[in-house]
């Protein structure tokens, strides 16, 4: 199929008056991405020592099966949980355990392997190996590798959840975030300690589709996108608060997708419990109003805003100052309707590329086109929601709308989902490009 446009060229939101580009992509490229694998991508896998290195073998198989070639290398203390043959049979490829390999070696193999990789993934990752990482030590062979090669690294926390929670565990991750490296998870759960909390390292799978989510078309690189997510809560008392049954997990799906797509991506998340996507800048806020102001300040200065948010349409007028105690007699709350956020970022003179959702339990279409045109959207995306669907279920299913077409995604988990979204808001782009350098 014919590529839709040489160059995409959108304004930047900045008011400068300059240009920003955006690969072409054809429309089949756009309609399949969702099917991007690792075919050809060589993946050095690190493997430091921790019990999770047991998930590392099907890791190997799994990143096969999706095209990669993969080589292996381990950490001493690795070994102690996994015998490197395990890992050569899986791999299909020698397993290197040791800076001081001679036959190796001889030819400066472990700069070889360094400039081998396209990608470096170090899983499981402990708190002492990240500490290493931080500190640029190359006392092993995989501190030298990774100091050694030009590939992107990406590294797997797994380690004991007050480890986790440790700041110098944090300061390390900081410090090797800002060198560009991109952490992966970790998982919350039961860990082989007996206790419960953050620290597991991701499932195989889990890992495999992140590495794929980095190879997909970079179809908003340049890009700067905005998002809400997440529900607000307005405050009767200080205890007691309006809310509503959003997880928030849309939202921070489309912006790890857009983070994913290339984007420099800001989230302006309601009260969720949700781990913050890698390399995504987080705002977090209460109300309907701090979310307003919030995304305000910084919807001008972006490309795309994507509102995600559930925010609540009412709060009531006045907070009480202590808790209300019962008395016997009904309680009426004057309540008093909030800004209307994409109401607000629709007038602005330079407003982004704008995409808003609509959650109905009727009428699905036709409440959902009332609001695009009400609101002067450029893309709806409309869910029905209810019993077993939309803000509570791990999965959704999305209908959308804009101003001469409808598309409807199917029933999917919301990564998948967030990625086609993404996927379409980029093809909306470059339709509205070319319509807009049509003489």
């Known amino acids: 199929m014919a590529t839709l446009c040489r160059e995409m060229r959108l304004p930047q939101r900045s008011g400068s008056g300059n240009w920003v580009s955006l690969r072409p992509l054809p429309v089949h490229e756009i309609s399949y991405m969702s099917e991007v694998r690792l075919d050809g991508v060589r993946v050095l896998l690190g493997v430091g020592g921790g019990i999770a290195a047991y998930k590392s073998a099907d890791l190997v198989r799994r990143l096969r099966d999706a095209g990669a070639e993969v080589r292996v290398v381990m950490t001493q203390n690795a070994t102690r949980f996994v015998g490197a043959l395990t890992f050569q ?172 797509a290339g984007a420099t991506v800001q989230l302006v998340a309601g009260p969720v419990g949700l781990a913050t996507p890698a390399g995504v800048e987080r705002i977090d806020v209460r109300s309907a109003r701090q979310m307003r102001d919030a995304v305000i300040q910084r919807a001008a200065a972006n490309d795309i805003f994507i509102a995600a948010a559930a925010v609540g349409d009412y709060r009531p007028e006045a907070c009480a100052p202590h808790k209300l105690k019962k008395s016997g007699k009904p309680l009426a709350l004057e309540l008093i309707q909030n800004p209307d956020i994409l109401a607000e970022v629709s007038a602005l003179p330079d407003r982004p590329f704008l995409i808003g959702f609509a959650a109905e339990t009727e009428d699905l279409e036709r409440h959902a086109r009332d609001k695009l045109q009400r609101k002067g959207l450029d893309l709806i995306a409309a869910n029905q929601v209810g019993e077993s669907q939309g803000f509570e279920s791990s999965e959704n299913a999305l209908l959308l709308l804009w101003a001469d077409g409808r598309e409807q995604l199917a029933q999917a988990d919301k990564a998948t989902l967030a990625r086609r979204l993404v996927e379409h808001i980029a093809l909306r782009l470059q339709v509205r490009a070319k319509a807009q350098s049509a003489p």
């Open 89 to 260: 049979a899986l791999s299909g490829n020698p397993v290197r355990t040791s800076l001081w390999d001679e036959s190796a070696e001889a030819a400066m193999g472990h700069i070889e392997l360094a400039r081998w990789a396209d990608q470096v993934l170090i899983a499981p990752a402990s708190a002492d190996l990240l500490a290493q990482l931080a500190a640029g030590r190359a006392e092993d062979l995989l501190g030298t590798l990774v100091l050694a090669t030009a590939a992107p690294v990406s590294v797997a926390p797994a380690m004991n959840q007050q480890m986790w929670a440790h700041p110098a565990t944090q300061g390390n991750l900081e410090i090797l975030r800002q060198r560009g490296v991109r952490v992966l998870g970790p998982g919350s759960g039961s860990q082989a300690c007996g206790e419960v909390g953050e620290g597991r390292m991701l499932e195989p799978v889990e890992l495999v589709g992140q590495l794929v989510a980095g190879h997909r078309p970079q179809v908003l690189a340049g890009l700067r996108v905005l998002v809400s997510a997440g529900p607000t809560f307005e405050d009767i008392d200080p205890v007691r608060f309006i809310g509503n049954r959003s997880s928030g997990r849309m939202g921070f799906a489309i912006a790890a997708a857009a983070r994913d």
